[in-house]
């Protein structure tokens, strides 16, 4: 990180505002060298963190752009590194030019990620708060930007941070007691040491137990559509997504594969998962398509069960409400409420509500709305914003401190020696230090800040 990089920081789209960010420690001097103070005072005497009126230059010291100029020194910046920024008109042509003025001095173009990577290498950010970034920038609905900025300000770092805390002090008096036999310490006792492994266990049991709802604030809550042929998922489908997503003629099976989009509903993103009819049936590509809804309903966190209202109800009608609501929240969906309703009705498990809507004229949205709204909001604790694990990586971490920290428990019940004990723990610790980013491969550094965009 000895050289000084530079990017375009905002969209290469015409906009009000365009940035030119750079960081290294050149960063300062390469700015000044393409931007002219209208009051004659040198960028380099400005104080961090102020705003400086004057001019851009562009590679040929030509004057392209009234800009704004600020500075942070190192370490107080975001890369921990001299940086500054260059606020331009947003011209795509301004800010390219600006870029080549730069180069030409010296700066090199930042590869994606680069800059929130350098505040990771220099200890301004940790991995989870540095993933929080991106978070922040893919966010889609308001609570996944809650979650990340909470994240990004360290909820959820402090959250594993006290659990490292409490394995590392445990570590310490272990050792206290074995090196120094001849000091005032307490000595080792079995049962404190299983108290501090069983509140490391709870906690990070805890912790897991927020993945799957992290996952879905960051990706959508998987709900599946499912129903006999014609019975209006791709329509309803259409209606939620708010156009036509999915092909929707009156003939039976014309859905043969998984067809998604995402839409808002009570309050919830959500992914909504429109399949095939489910029958039994004959041609081979209809089979796989049945075969695939199948599959989706066993990854669903919310099945809408569909049953045309203007059609008798038969068996096979409550046999998927009952077996989808084994496997997911569901809900029985009446569709095609506009028309004459069919006289029969469908037997459904007590925990599943019902709701009756037309996708074509929109009536009873609303209440599947509502419906969605009541069914996501039971059960399960809340978590302050930024301390749920919302990524793969995340998970496979704390799954691995959790299932270190349990063999520490078994190995002190077998009364084994702290050597061995010792070793579960320190397994634990170094999970933890991949959570953190304390301990972590540079092959796994790289594949995280490959999702950044150029610029952050």
Known sequence: MNDTIAAIATPCAPSAIGILRLSGPEAVSAAAAVFRSASGRR???????TLCYGTLLGPDGRAVDQVLATISRAPHSYTGENTAELQCHGSPTVLALGLEALFAHGVRQAEPGEFTKRAFLNGRLDLMQAEAVADLIDAETPAAAYQA???????LSRRVRAVYDGLVDVMAHFHAVLDYPDEDIDPFRSEAIAAALERARQALADLLSTYQRGRYLAGGIPCVLAGRPNAG?????????????????DFPGTTRDTVEARCRLGGFDLRVIDTAGLRCATDPAERAGVERSWAALREAALIFVLVDRAVPPVEEDAALLERAATLAPTLLVWTKCDLPAAAGCVERPPQVAEVSLSARTGAGLEALEAAVSALLSQGGT?????????NVRQAQAARRALASVERAEQALARAVTPDALLTDVEEALRALGELTGSCVREDVTARIFERFCVGK
Do not use: F, H, M
């Open 382 to 390: 809340e978590e302050a914003a930024g301390e749920l694990l919302t």
């Open 43 to 49: 960028l380099e005497d400005c104080p961090s963190r």
């Open 233 to 249: 998922k791709s329509s309803l489908l259409n209606a939620l997504a708010g156009y036509e997503r999915a092909i929707v003629t």
């Open 149 to 155: 900025a909470g994240q990004l300000s360290g909820a």
